[in-house]
């Protein structure tokens, strides 16, 4: 389990390196599209079935032929090659970065007990039991995402329709 | 699962739903023929009666609560808390959308007149819903609904560059502070195994949460919060933000959004910077993301010639100033925080409104220079946009002075023990003052151009409508009442709080 | 938990079996189409080809000869024996890959379609390879992948009329997934209701069938599933990604040899797959009357088994003909034809068929407090 939990981590990362590193877009959206593939398989080692059906269902099989329908249809899919992809400052971010994650991350969690929690692991809630919950204790947060996304077709009709006018 | 009573507890949003999909209804088919200024007016008008009506709710909710009713005891897992506080602004943020609806309908920025309404209505929820959520999935999707609002609101002149790009860096930033912050909820989430707040910090008290995870959770969380309440160094989206995005947009972002945030801040970190064992390191960042902000706000502004630009790092620095508060620790620290974000939103939604009413009479982006001799044209305008002005400079007896005493004090008073000056917050306080001092410079170049000089006026008389005029001078009177009167709110707060 | 070798041979060889029907009946699904097609155009179709020495033999060769079954053997056979040409213009690693990513999603849904029952002891239990709980979900997300095979394949080969498949089939296939997954909900709903608690398991669905097929109590749910169908198997009248008249072949017109039979193989896999979804969902899977009698039960037993699978097997066999039927009938829609019908008609009558059988599930299920 482990094993395959690292080499799947492993995956998600590249996947999601390549996505930012590569020039071509088409290419950075197969490489986003392997990120949440192995983003399922985690999901899958963590006993969450549903969660990774949903997340091949909606990521893969929406977001990401959204995501090439989008780009096809845009004109230069290789973008501008005289722009640099890493920012100036590229280096003292990662230092940064690096710094705080060795000084500040690694310590802590290295440190902590690893307790495993006892109410957490006999925890095995069925697709019913997301349901009720979803639409029983948390229905009140459910119908903010509602709007939530009503809030997002509403910016999404602006943001396609042409200012001037159709 | 009690369906009626969720309904009760959630009328206020309700009614204001319904108005949204009326007005937008409306849009699309009865007004659909007419002239985009009429439009605009009818749709403002049914979204100020929707606001209205859900702000009448808001205040019957807060009666019945304030009587000792028992009808909104249920707090659904704390997605929905109706206390005395939490209803007070809740209220407070209709009001303000009440006045940012005024602002905006006079300059629409293009035909999409009852989206643009829609969105403000939609974020005014979500900031109702964030100030009432003591629960950490219903906090995330109000945030979410909260930002995503306001990227659109921000990207609203697609035929406009700038503010396209303006949407497009707040969209990408907010996006990532998001991450931020949902790696820090999960984390909180795994340690305490506890979603509503409270069970939150009896776990964190208790010593059952691994303090180590906490920190980390508490970590990620200063991040993604610092991006939304605009703290150096998560700032960068804030000045392109205001300056490009429609006024009445930034103005609501610089307020409304703020007051939302803070609240939360408090909510989830009160407790714990008070209780937990790793207070210290929690602390010594939070005030390092405070000097950030107010060194880096103030001196920004120094050199900016765009008003609007200037007002932006002015709120980046008054971020700095509100975290002092924070790092108080203590129910004092909590009131003043509370305190000075709602005086603060008063004065910065007055000054970008006005802001906004010369940028659409200018046709263009003000600069300081174009309010040159402004005063001797239109002296009504030029007196409400002092007062506002000085509130955030913090000269008394303006609110924003004592908002600024109150901080200042609570940190002070957070470690009574200590006697030099170098130790506690005393240090902390004088960065503060100095930079007060430092941001005098650049609102006293604003109002000096006002005010002062001898030029002859760029600008026109300027006809401002009633509604705006009425939406200034009630921001302004605001702004002065709880300068002279502060002891009312205060009070009000301090009572709830404990 | 450790298995034992024989085990995993054995689920290999059932795997292996049921991958191996499958494309079997999509090459016998080729046949067909044609056979259906002239049979509706008033034609003879394939009756000459014929194999050397099977076709010799007296009266069964010629039989076989003139119903055309060899006609798949020397299909198979050309498209394997052809030059395989891979111009130079494409991206070859994903001109390589579309033809697998097309196929692969149609095999991967067999493994979770019920496809008979085995009673022993009263007891009735599926034969399927995996008995998901989440089976419908698993059939969409995988089927929802389908598409990809066409997209890569538009893109990679890099000229403009397999291009304009591509946009074409990821547009379509975005559109009608909406309508495909909530006009089944209303099933779920049904099946869900107080009392019979199915899941979302594929086989407490059919069992569940058992007093009255789906068709009959939700007729408009099933042919908007029916619809979506047809739309995400790029089906006419919805097969605009390929439209020869208009894109010559659209998504494979670089295509040629083996992977060109690749796409062809899968779209017919893809058709049988779609049937047989189909069948469970609506037409009650292997339950031999639409509505309930208890004179008419399948058997205990290896007959039962067999008579079960026979039954499903004739159901989607109907409804693949029902594809075909459509086929040779309709002419093509236009482009924005489909996307108007995709939105603007499907979207909005899959939610009123959603509400109303919330409704009328409400009002048949007994108030409980």
């Known amino acids: ?166 | 699962m009690n369906y009626p009573q969720l309904f009760l507890t959630t009328l206020p949003e309700l009614i204001v739903v319904l108005g949204m999909f009326v007005a937008l209804g409306f849009d699309y088919t009865k007004y659909k023929e007419l002239d985009p200024q009429t439009r605009s007016n009818k749709v403002a008008a049914l979204s100020t009666i929707a606001l209205m009506l859900g702000l009448a709710g808001v205040v019957w909710q807060f009666l019945q609560v304030t009587d000792g009713s028992k009808t909104f005891s249920n707090s659904f897992n704390g997605q929905v808390v109706l206390t005395p506080l939490t209803l007070w602004f809740k209220g407070l943020i209709f009001v303000l959308a009440l006045f940012v609806v005024q602002f905006a309908k006079t300059d629409v920025p293009n035909k999409h007149v009852s989206e643009y309404f829609g969105l403000i209505l939609l974020s005014t929820l979500g900031m109702g819903f964030l100030i009432t959520a003591q629960n950490l999935i219903m906090l995330f999707v109000s945030i979410e609904l909260i930002s995503l609002s306001l990227y659109g609101l921000t990207a609203f002149q697609t035929d406009k560059k700038f503010s396209v790009e303006a949407g497009i860096k707040y969209f990408t930033i907010g996006g990532v502070s998001s991450a931020f912050l949902l790696f820090g909820l999960s984390y909180l989430f795994g340690a305490t195994n506890e979603l509503s707040f409270e069970g939150i910090t009896a776990a964190i008290t208790s010593g059952a949460a691994p303090q180590n995870y906490v920190l980390i959770a508490s970590a990620f969380l200063v991040v993604g919060l610092g991006f939304k309440i605009a703290a150096a160094p998560f700032h960068l989206w804030a000045p392109d933000t205001y300056q490009c995005g429609p006024v009445p947009v930034a103005a609501w972002v610089a307020s409304g959004s703020k007051i939302a945030s803070f609240f939360l801040l408090v909510q989830l970190f009160g407790p714990v910077l008070e209780t937990s064992e790793q207070k210290e390191t929690l602390i010594a960042g939070i005030v390092l993301v405070s000097v950030l902000s107010m060194v880096l706000g103030n001196i920004g502004a120094l050199r900016q010639s765009c008003v609007k630009r200037l007002l932006a790092y002015s709120s980046i620095a008054h971020a700095g100033y509100i975290l002092i508060g924070l790092v108080a620790a203590n129910e004092d620290g909590s009131i003043s925080v509370l305190f000075y974000a709602v005086i603060y939103s008063l004065a910065t939604l007055g000054a970008f409104a006005t802001i906004g009413i010369i940028d659409s009479r200018l046709g263009r982006e003000a600069q300081i220079d174009d309010f040159n001799g402004t005063w001797k044209q239109n002296p009504g305008l030029s007196i409400l946009f002092m007062i506002f002005i000085l509130s955030l400079a913090g000269i008394p007896p303006l609110s924003g002075f004592f908002g600024k005493f109150y901080l200042f004090m609570a940190a002070i008073g957070s470690q009574p023990e200590i006697a030099s000056w170098s130790e506690g917050f005393y240090w902390l306080v004088a960065v503060a003052l100095l930079m007060s001092a430092v941001s005098l410079f650049y609102y006293v170049k604003v109002l000096k151009a006002f005010l002062v000089s001898a030029d002859t006026p760029k600008l026109p008389s300027i006809q401002i409508t009633k509604a705006e005029g009425a939406g200034l001078l009630l921001l302004a009177v605001l702004v002065v009442y709880l300068g002279i009167y502060p002891t009312g709110l205060v009070e009000f707060i301090a009572a709830s709080l404990g | 938990m450790t298995m034992e070798v024989t085990d995993i041979v054995w689920v290999i060889v059932k795997a292996a079996m049921v991958a191996i029907a499958l494309l079997s009946f999509s090459n016998l699904a080729v046949l067909a189409e044609r056979k259906v097609s002239s049979w509706i155009q008033g034609r003879v179709g394939p009756n000459r080809t014929t194999l050397p020495l099977l076709g010799a033999i007296p009266i069964l060769g010629t039989g076989l000869t003139r119903m055309g079954l060899f006609q798949p053997v020397a299909d198979g056979l050309k498209l394997l024996l052809k030059e395989d040409p891979v111009p130079d213009h494409v991206n070859k690693f994903y001109f390589f890959l579309a033809p697998v990513a097309s196929m692969i999603p149609a095999i991967t849904i067999v493994v979770v379609l019920p496809f008979g029952q085995i009673i022993a002891d009263g007891v009735a239990s599926p034969l399927v390879l995996a008995d998901l709980d989440i089976g419908i979900l698993f059939i969409f997300a995988v089927s929802s992948l389908g598409v990809y095979g066409m997209i890569l394949a538009g893109w990679a080969s890099n000229s403009k009329y397999p291009f304009l498949g591509g946009i074409r089939s990821s547009a379509q296939m975005i559109s009608y997934e909406l309508s495909m997954g909530l006009s089944i909900l209303p099933v779920f709903m049904w099946a869900n209701a107080p009392g019979a608690e199915t899941g979302l398991n594929l086989f407490s669905l059919v069992q569940h069938q058992q007093l009255v097929w789906g068709v009959i109590f939700m007729p408009f749910s099933a042919l908007l599933f029916l619809i979506s169908i047809f739309a995400e198997t790029n089906r006419l009248p919805f097969d605009m990604p390929e439209s020869e008249s208009e894109l010559v072949a659209g998504f494979n017109t670089e295509y040629g040899s083996f992977k060109f039979g690749l796409f062809f193989a899968a779209e017919y896999a893809h058709i049988i797959v779609g049937s047989g979804v189909f069948t469970v969902l609506f037409l009650g899977g292997w339950h031999p009357l639409p509505v309930y009698s208890s004179a008419i039960s399948l058997p205990e037993g290896s007959v039962g088994t067999l008579l079960s699978i026979g039954i499903f097997l004739v159901k989607t066999f109907l409804v693949v003909f029902f594809f075909m039927w459509i086929r040779w009938t309709l002419p093509r829609f236009r482009y924005d034809q489909i996307m108007k019908l995709g939105w603007t008609m499907m979207l909005p009558l899959a939610l009123v068929n959603l509400v109303l059988y919330a409704i009328i599930l409400a009002l048949m299920t007994p108030v409980t407090h």
């Open chain 1, 1 to 166: 389990m482990t094993v395959a939990f690292y080499i799947m981590a492993a995956i998600a990362v590249l996947g999601a390196v390549m996505a930012i590193a590569l020039r071509n877009v088409v290419h950075a959206v197969f490489s986003v599209l392997l990120f949440f593939s192995a983003l399922a398989g985690l999901f899958i080692l963590l006993l969450a079935e549903f969660i990774a059906v949903v997340q091949v269902l909606v990521y893969i099989g929406s977001v990401g032929i959204l995501m090439l329908f989008a780009i096809m249809l845009t004109t230069k899919v290789t973008g501008d090659p005289t722009r640099k992809l890493l920012s100036r400052g590229w280096a003292w971010g990662g230092l940064v970065s690096g710094a705080l994650l060795l000084a500040f991350l690694v310590p802590l969690i290295t440190q902590s007990k690893s307790e495993s929690n006892s109410q957490l692991s006999n925890f095995n809630p069925s697709v019913k039991d997301l349901g009720l919950t979803l639409m029983d204790p948390y229905f009140a947060s459910v119908g903010v995402i509602a709007l939530l996304l009503t809030a997002g077709l509403i910016a999404a009709v602006v943001a396609a329709s042409s200012a001037s006018g159709e």
